[in-house]
T-cell receptor, first 118, second 115 residues
Framework: EPEVTQTPSHQVTQMGQEVILRCVPI?????FYWYRQILGQKVEFLVS????????KSEIFDDQFSVERPDGSNFTLKIRSTKLEDSAMYFC????????????????FGQGTRLTVV | AQSVTQLDSHVSVSEGTPVLLRCNYS??????LFWYVQHPNKGLQLLLK??????LVKGINGFEAEFKKSETSFHLTKPSAHMSDAAEYFC?????????????FGKGTKLSVKP
């Protein structure tokens, strides 16, 4: 069964350092997402990506964050200068169809990357 | 704007007894609703989804949920809990107000199952 894979499973980084979280979505999916879950809190939307560009982003997704799909396979989330409050579990998701007219297709999630900023 | 409220942060049941995890949503449109489960140190797995067809939706592992528009609810149930059901459960609505049908998560309900 196809699945979304994320690497690494756990990343520890020093405050101020750049990190790149990697995701390989399901191959025929068209919409890609990053979510995060701070320990003990709800899962929060960060950004959605379609047709090689950001389609929507939340207020959490500020200038320190960026996404790209460099090779048509990987989907990466970069945090330029990490802060302590960036410590969270980051989930990548992909969806075959998305958008306002086809909202009922489910998203498939990866197992997450636990980012710890020290 | 869409929102989801999971009324219980923690539910504890005995093995073999029924499970009820409550979820209420607010929506200006006909929503799409999902339940996801997260086992410890695992990713998010889809349990079931409501897509405006049948109001009673059956999912994996014996779970089901009923969409009740009049009550704006989508509660998750299972007749008999197993130890392996211990996990965190998320009720999710698809945000038709957004441009990409983004998923809006509830805060989650942690289910504990006692032997």
């Amino acid at each position: 069964e196809p699945e979304v894979t994320q690497t690494p499973s756990h990343q520890v980084t020093q405050m101020g350092q750049e990190v790149i979280l990697r995701c390989v979505p399901i191959s025929n999916h068209l919409y890609f997402y990053w979510y995060r879950q701070i320990l003990g809190q709800k899962v929060e939307f960060l950004v959605s990506f379609y047709n090689n560009e950001i389609s929507e982003k939340s207020e959490i997704f500020d200038d320190q964050f960026s996404v790209e799909r460099p090779d048509g396979s990987n989907f990466t989330l970069k945090i330029r200068s990490t802060k302590l409050e960036d410590s969270a579990m980051y989930f990548c998701a992909s969806r075959l169809l998305g958008g306002q007219h086809t909202p009922n297709t489910e998203a498939f999630f990866g197992q997450g990357t636990r980012l710890t900023v020290v | 704007a869409q929102s989801v409220t999971q009324l219980d942060s923690h539910v504890s049941v005995s093995e073999g007894t029924p499970v009820l995890l409550r979820c209420n949503y607010s929506s200006s449109y006909s929503p799409s609703l999902f339940w996801y489960v997260q086992h410890p140190n695992k990713g998010l797995q889809l349990l079931l989804k409501y897509t405006s067809a049948a109001t009673l939706v059956k999912g994996i592992n014996g779970f089901e949920a009923e969409f009740k528009k009049s009550e704006t609810s989508f509660h998750l149930t299972k007749p008999s809990a197993h130890m392996s059901d211990a996990a965190e459960y998320f009720c999710v609505v698809s945000d038709l107000g957004g441009s990409q049908g983004n998923l809006i998560f509830g805060k989650g309900t942690k289910l504990s199952v006692k032997p």
